[in-house]
């Protein structure tokens, strides 16, 4: 039975990286940027909604606003807020994942994954770093990087103090688009037209998988461009006996995931009535939980 890992920053957060919105935004690096009407409104919003598909959520917002209303100040506002976040973020990965500045948990039910023997499992990430040489797990293949991804700081040629990623993917679904709309200004921030968007085979593996493992990954809308279509065939019955398992911290932390999952119409109780199974479990349980012990047995 093929089995496909899907990451997210919960993954990484779990392991003992310092890769939160909330740790990010605490940073210099964000707090030096020019602050935008639009980045006053993240600095403002991160105490209630800290997630990165909750920041994507307020471009999404405003993305659709300017479609709606647009004027030029608008439009400049979400392009200089985009920019400055992706340089922001871009400057700050690199700096917090140096190996002596990471504490890794190796307490943590993503260490035990990493440490896990890998046979038939493919692993993708949503996020922009490398799992196993950060956990210094040596020669064992990285996740395939669906956003992008940057090099280490210790692999940065010497002299620079850091290589800016010119990959990473922050934004929007293609879905926030009005019908019929021939206003291209903003294109660029709708992750489906990044050049980075289809290099992979991540679809292809997820539709074709038996065995679909989501760690820290919150569904958001903004990445509903990778998920829609599978989750539709789910609820329609179009595809069956899938056995989908999401790992994430708590109870509350899932209930957040079946709200995201309602926004693209996707309902738990639906995907399950077409012979597929959904399993929840929680990294607060820590690695002796027994559900998650089952679980590496499909790695």
Same mark, same amino acid.
């Given at each position: 039975?093929r089995?496909?890992?899907?990451?997210?920053?919960g993954f990484?957060i779990?392991?003992?990286?310092?890769?939160?919105?909330k740790?990010?935004?605490?940073?210099?690096?964000?707090?030096?940027q020019?602050?935008?009407?639009?980045?006053?409104?993240?600095?403002?919003?991160y105490?209630?909604? !800290? @997630? /990165?598909?909750?920041?994507e959520?307020i471009? @999404?917002d405003m993305?659709?606003?300017?479609?709606?209303?647009?004027?030029q100040?608008?439009? !400049?506002?979400i392009?200089?807020?985009w920019?400055?976040?992706n340089?922001?973020?871009?400057?700050?990965?690199?700096?917090?994942t140096e &190996? !002596?500045?990471?504490?890794?948990?190796?307490d943590s039910? *993503?260490?035990?994954?990493l440490?896990?023997? @890998?046979?038939k499992?493919?692993?993708?990430t949503?996020?922009?770093?490398?799992?196993?040489? %950060? *956990?210094?797990?040596?020669?064992?293949?990285?996740?395939?990087?669906?956003?992008? /991804?940057?090099e280490?700081r210790?692999?940065?040629p010497?002299?620079?103090m850091? @290589?800016?990623? $010119?990959? %990473?993917?922050?934004?929007?679904?293609?879905?926030?688009?009005?019908?019929?709309?021939? $206003?291209?200004?903003?294109?660029?921030?709708?992750?489906k037209?990044?050049?980075?968007?289809?290099?992979?085979?991540?679809?292809?593996? %997820?539709?074709s998988?038996?065995?679909?493992?989501?760690?820290g990954?919150?569904?958001?809308?903004? !990445?509903?461009?990778?998920?829609?279509?599978?989750?539709?065939?789910?609820k329609?019955? &179009?595809?069956?006996?899938k056995?989908?398992?999401?790992v994430?911290?708590?109870? *509350?932390?899932m209930?957040?995931i079946e709200k995201n999952?309602?926004?693209?119409?996707?309902?738990?109780?639906?995907?399950?009535?077409?012979? $597929?199974?959904?399993?929840?479990?929680?990294t607060?349980?820590?690695?002796?939980?027994s559900?998650?012990?089952?679980?590496?047995?499909? &790695?």
């Amino acid at each position: 039975m093929r089995t496909i890992v899907i990451i997210g920053n919960g993954f990484d957060i779990d392991l003992g990286l310092k890769t939160s919105f909330k740790d990010f935004i605490g940073s210099p690096h964000f707090t030096k940027q020019s602050f935008t009407p639009l980045m006053n409104k993240i600095r403002n919003n991160y105490k209630y909604d !800290d @997630r /990165w598909c909750d920041i994507e959520q307020i471009f @999404r917002d405003m993305f659709i606003q300017y479609h709606i209303n647009p004027s030029q100040k608008l439009l !400049d506002d979400i392009n200089n807020t985009w920019q400055m976040l992706n340089k922001a973020w871009g400057m700050y990965l690199p700096e917090i994942t140096e &190996l !002596d500045k990471i504490e890794i948990k190796k307490d943590s039910c *993503a260490y035990k994954m990493l440490e896990y023997p @890998r046979k038939k499992s493919q692993w993708y990430t949503f996020n922009y770093t490398s799992p196993y040489y %950060l *956990a210094e797990f040596k020669n064992k293949e990285e996740p395939t990087p669906v956003h992008g /991804w940057f090099e280490p700081r210790e692999k940065t040629p010497e002299g620079l103090m850091y @290589r800016i990623p $010119n990959e %990473l993917v922050i934004g929007i679904d293609s879905k926030a688009m009005p019908a019929n709309s021939k $206003n291209t200004a903003l294109n660029h921030i709708i992750k489906k037209n990044h050049p980075q968007y289809g290099k992979t085979d991540f679809i292809n593996d %997820l539709f074709s998988s038996d065995n679909i493992i989501i760690f820290g990954h919150a569904m958001g809308i903004t !990445d509903s461009d990778y998920f829609y279509d599978f989750f539709t065939d789910l609820k329609e019955g &179009l595809l069956s006996n899938k056995n989908i398992f999401f790992v994430t911290y708590d109870q *509350a932390s899932m209930l957040k995931i079946e709200k995201n999952l309602e926004k693209i119409d996707v309902l738990i109780n639906k995907i399950e009535m077409k012979n $597929n199974t959904i399993s929840s479990i929680f990294t607060t349980e820590g690695q002796s939980n027994s559900k998650f012990i089952d679980l590496l047995t499909l &790695l």
